[in-house]
């Protein structure tokens, strides 16, 4: 393996020299470069799987070179060194796949173990690379796998096109007389309850279950189309007829009232007009995707979906209204930034009554409407997650990001729009639930907070008598020198080192009544080795010397 060190000082590069074990990591080749430009330009001649950079470097700095690596060169392992503690610059390290971030002076426990988990992570990539290989090899040994990821293509890439119904023809018998086409799309997700029931977790025999089954239909006595899941979108399955492609609604409505028999479920398919084959599958296609996401759900009994002709920007623009789906009058906008203050009060309150009162205007609000669309739900969305950014970060401060990674959105929230019929009350209930979970999540990140500053005061209390320092508590809790400063400052009103120093001094007045003790032992027996710094900080602290002090007590 080989490794490079960026940093523009020179004694700085020797130190992470010396410091790492290279021999033990199987690291046999080391570079340096002085800036991100001279990295580059190894990176692109050495190809290093490990990468050390100083975060500011004239030229090109280390967070541009992060950049440039996540780019061109992801499967390098990145650490980054810096003499500053910014919360935003190790926001950066992580963004872009940084193993770790260690602070200057380097310490050589600190970064012979990022270089430890650099290497790690480098090779357990390195094994699922080989893996992923090896099953892709396995993978293109089925011919439904191929035609599946063949019909696909036509949709996402209509410059191969003419090479790909060649080989459609030549290898799976297309026929070479198809002209046109019309196509429909729907959406399954493998975590609806109907299916769950049917086929457990195995989302797998889910789709070739329903792709056999609407082949079938489609295909009944002569070869009419084809039926496929579309390869770059997981849950959509998609269906083409370019024989009898007016009946394409017969044959949607005959396979939703067998899967409503089998298995109680009906699905919503979008559908296209008839466009030219094959230049016109994108096309296609985006007609039976704007078929669904305009759909108006609060339509019961409707499964089959024409794309509506609406303007475009009011399809791009949050609202429901009181009009029909297909029409261009979009007039009632609802933002969710409307509801963000009583939201936000709600989730810090914690209490589940007042969360549940918060979202009863917001879900009114839909209910006066008579139409709502799966778009309009997930700009909801979108915005919910900006929200429930401000939220956390308001609730937590710089543990937000943490405790969103943590916490991440419910991930049933599409089941809203996919679920037939949808349900305004279990959409309700979904908006409880996440909020719920914001909130409970905000709760314990700052119970945990505070239990972590009393265990750090704690240990100062039990280990004054040993060499502290602000590294040692970060390194030992897993939080940064920065975060303990700021928040033991506002839970105790005292700095972590006045803390440790007013301990000391305590506990050095209790020793000084016994005269046996030299002051030199006293200052050791509270972890200062330096007898002058120690009658120093005493005097500081007490007004006197420990000698006087000492004198005061033996009168």
Avoid at 499 to 525: D, W
Wanted: hydrophobic content about 40%; charged content about 25%; aromatic content about 8%.
């Amino acid at each position: 393996m080989k490794a490079l060190i960026v940093d523009d000082e020179a004694h700085v590069r020797a130190a992470i020299r010396l410091l790492v074990d290279w021999k033990q990591y199987g690291i046999s080749h080391i570079d340096e470069a002085s800036d991100g430009e001279q990295a580059i330009a190894c990176i692109k001649e050495a190809k290093p799987q490990i990468i050390i950079t100083d975060m500011m470097m004239p030229n090109v700095s280390g967070m541009k070179l992060m950049e440039w690596v996540s780019a061109n060169s992801p499967d390098s392992k990145l650490i980054a060194i810096s003499g500053h503690g910014d919360f935003n610059l190790v926001r950066h390290t992580l963004k872009h796949g940084g193993i770790d971030y260690i602070l200057k002076p380097i310490e050589q426990d600190a970064v012979n173990e990022a270089i430890a988990k650099a290497v790690t992570a480098w090779i357990k990539d390195e094994e699922e690379r080989s893996t992923r290989y090896s099953q892709q090899i396995q993978m293109n040994e089925f011919k439904p796998v191929i035609t599946e990821k063949l019909w696909s293509s036509l949709i996402d890439d209509p410059i191969a096109q003419s090479a790909v119904v060649r080989r459609l023809q030549q290898t799976f018998g297309l026929a070479a007389d198809i002209t046109q086409l019309r196509m429909a799309l729907v959406f399954v997700e493998s975590t609806d309850e109907k299916f769950k029931q049917k086929f457990g977790n195995n989302s797998d025999l889910l789709y070739f279950s329903l792709v056999n089954i609407m082949e079938e239909y489609v295909n009944r006595g002569t070869k009419r189309g084809a039926v496929f899941r579309h390869w770059n979108a997981p849950g959509e399955i998609v269906i083409v007829m370019w024989l009898q492609s007016d009946a394409l609604e017969a044959v949607l409505q005959d396979i939703n009232e067998a899967l409503h028999i089998t298995m109680h479920r009906r699905l919503h398919f979008g559908l296209s007009s008839i466009h030219a084959f094959p230049e016109g599958m994108p096309q296609c296609y985006a007609d039976t995707k704007r078929a669904l996401n305009l759909r108006n759900l609060l339509l019961p009994g409707r499964y089959l979906h024409n794309a509506p002709t609406v303007d475009v920007k009011a399809e791009e623009h949050l609202s429901v209204s009181g009009a029909d789906a297909a029409s261009p009058e979009y007039t009632k906008s609802i933002r969710m930034a409307a509801y963000e203050e009583s939201w936000k009060l709600a989730v810090l309150s914690g209490s589940a009554e007042e969360i549940s009162a918060a979202i009863k205007p917001f879900i009114a609000s839909i209910k006066t409407a008579s139409s709502i669309s799966p778009r309009q739900i997930r700009d909801c969305y979108r915005e919910w997650e900006t929200m429930r950014a401000n939220i956390a970060h308001e609730a937590v401060g710089d543990a937000a990001e943490l405790l969103l990674r943590d916490n991440p959105a419910l991930t049933d929230r599409d089941a809203a729009i996919t679920a037939a019929p949808f349900s305004l009350e279990a959409w309700q209930q979904l908006w409880q639930r996440e909020l719920t979970v914001l909130a409970d999540a905000c709760f314990a990140q700052q119970g945990q907070e505070q239990h972590i500053i009393f265990d750090i005061a704690k240990y100062v209390e039990q280990h004054y008598h040993e060499e502290l320092s602000l590294q040692d508590m970060a390194t030992r809790f897993y939080v940064s020198r920065e975060y303990i400063s700021r928040k033991f400052k506002q839970q105790f009103g005292i700095n972590l080192s006045d803390y440790l120093t007013s301990i000391r001094t305590e506990k050095a007045k209790l020793l000084l009544l016994n005269p046996h003790l030299r002051i030199s032992q006293v200052a050791a027996m509270v972890g200062i080795q330096d007898e002058k710094y120690f009658s120093k900080v005493f005097k500081k602290q007490v007004g006197v010397s420990p000698n006087e002090y000492r004198k005061s007590k033996q009168v």
